[in-house]
């Protein structure tokens, strides 16, 4: 049941043309039980102070009706957790319902992203508005429902062809398929996770406000996790052009700081994870690496004593027929300055009989092997031979469920801390350029659900161009468990045969 009637809903509405500050608190349920908003009196504060930001430049474009109201360009990073697409959310709600005709056009990194997070959110404020009943939601789009549109255009005379919100995918292949957007009503482009959308689409996205719309508003939103890029240059060579504002997360209302003491703790105050995920500052690297350039070289560069006693431990990647190579590679303590053996188009038998080969010569101290897809028909050869080898799933549950997304996250965490006392090899060659070009490929991101971290994918990598990664993975495989040192328990490590029974034919399916 509305509070108000439908005319009376329309004027009080209709009078927050320029003020979504004022309109965000009229629209939706703030403190109403019942509701998603039940313990929240009001927005963040950094989401009031935005809104009224928007407010008093639109005011004042009202105040000066003989000028074209300028654009108002905002730029905003933070950390992780903040209400950015919340934010977002309200911008484009605001617009549907105050600037009749409108356009907005939403993006965002990824189609997936834009899909379940951002046009999702979307949804979400739609369903709580007090004039959801105005709209409709779809994937991809808020429109105004069919008896609004006849109302519009019978006593308004506004076409609702290009009236509504999309969501807009984006290619950098095709970035004309992006263009096209205009409205001389109202024009709103929001980009969220606006640090990994490609620069044509910026270039493409300053032509949707070639019209002299009563209203244009361009509000980009996204943690900074490139040191490149139009988002980053918005608060560095085009400042002058933004507005920006950058959000610590431990200043926002309604958080659990603890997550964000553990990041620290965890990575280090001056880490660019800490920088990223809990400051909203831009990160030294020159890209969101979860292993940064600088610490690859350090390594290379480091001479530390070698520990013989420590466990010699052998990774080994299997690579699938047509893609890379299979990678066998070495870490003995702090030591990793050993030779990779890489292997090419090889059936598993014969895979299996080149490890074999090479646990007969080296005699490793614990052997893990790739054991996912193809990789499962070669542990189970090696076991067949006698080999006592442990199979490693990287998409398995980690040791520390609260901490990493999974096993393949947990692996590489403990060999990103590994680097920082540990030895590489320090000769220019093709193998050791594939080593870096490995280790410092993958990005990195936190769940949403459980802040855990979480490795870029393989086929995400892939999809960017990202060659070589058999090499990270291969070394990565060393870290699945601790190894007993061998002075330390008889020659049947019990580690080793506890950790084989964790192996499941049925995880391969």
Not at 14 to 40: E, I, N, Q
Not at 130 to 151: C, D, E, G, R
Not at 376 to 393: C, H, Q, W
Request: proline letters at 4%; aromatic letters at 12%; a negative charge.
């Amino acid at each position: 049941m509305l509070k108000y009637g439908e005319q009376d809903l329309v004027n009080r509405i209709l009078s927050f043309k320029y003020d979504p500050l004022s309109f965000v608190y009229f629209a939706f349920p703030w403190g109403r039980s019942g509701t998603p908003l039940a313990h929240w009196k009001r927005p963040r504060q950094w989401q009031i102070d935005e809104l009224a930001l928007i407010r008093d430049h639109f005011t004042q474009s009202k105040r000066d009706e003989d000028k074209v109201p300028p654009v108002y360009y905002c730029s905003i990073s933070s950390g992780r957790g903040t209400g950015k697409t919340a934010f977002l959310a309200m911008l484009n709600y605001w617009m549907m319902s105050c600037w009749w005709g409108g356009t907005g056009i939403c993006t965002a990194n990824t189609e997936l992203q834009l899909k379940t997070r951002t046009m999702a959110e979307l949804g979400k404020w739609h369903a709580m508005a007090i004039n959801s009943h105005w709209f409709v939601k779809s994937t991809l789009s808020l429109q105004p429902a069919s008896w609004f549109s006849k109302l519009l255009l019978e006593q308004r005379q506004i076409s609702s062809d290009l009236y509504g919100v999309t969501g807009q995918p984006w290619s950098e292949e095709n970035p004309d398929a992006f263009a096209g957007a205009h409205s001389t009503h109202a024009m709103l482009l929001s980009i969220d996770e606006a640090s990994g959308v490609a620069d044509t689409i910026w270039r493409i996205g300053e032509g949707f406000f070639t019209d002299l719309a009563g209203m244009r508003l361009w509000v980009n939103i996204s943690n900074g996790r490139r040191k490149e890029g139009r988002f980053f240059e918005c608060f560095h060579r085009d400042k002058a052009f933004w507005h920006t504002r950058i959000i610590d997360s431990r200043t926002v209302e309604g958080l659990d700081y603890a997550v964000y003491d553990r990041i620290i703790e965890e990575y280090g105050e001056d880490s660019d994870v800490a920088r990223v995920e809990v400051y909203g500052l831009f990160p030294l690297s020159d890209v969101d690496q979860f292993i940064p350039q600088s610490l690859i070289a350090d390594a290379m560069a480091r001479t530390v004593p070698e520990d013989l006693g420590a466990p010699l431990l052998m990774g080994v990647d299997v690579a699938r027929f047509g893609e890379n190579e299979s990678v066998i590679r070495y870490r003995q303590g702090n030591n990793g300055r050993f030779k990779s053996l890489r292997f090419r188009n090889l059936t598993t038998t014969q895979l299996a009989n080149k490890i074999a080969t090479e646990i007969d010569r080296k005699a490793p101290d614990g052997v893990f092997v790739d054991a996912v897809g193809v990789g499962a028909g070669v542990v189970d050869y090696l076991r067949l031979l006698g080999y006592s080898v442990v199979a490693v799933n990287a998409g398995t549950m980690p040791d520390n469920r609260e901490k990493y997304y999974n096993k393949r996250a947990e692996m590489w965490d403990k060999m990103r801390k590994w680097l920082e006392t540990a030895m590489l090899p320090a000769e220019h060659s093709a193998d050791v350029t594939m080593l870096t070009s490995a280790l410092t490929a993958p990005t990195y991101d936190f769940d949403d659900n459980k802040s855990r971290l979480r490795l870029e994918s393989k086929r995400k990598m892939r999809a960017r161009g990202v060659t070589h990664l058999d090499d990270g993975d291969a070394l990565s495989h060393t870290f699945y468990m601790e190894v007993a040192r061998p002075e330390w328990g008889d020659e049947d490590n019990p580690n080793l045969k506890s950790a084989i029974t964790e192996y499941d034919e049925f995880n391969h399916v």
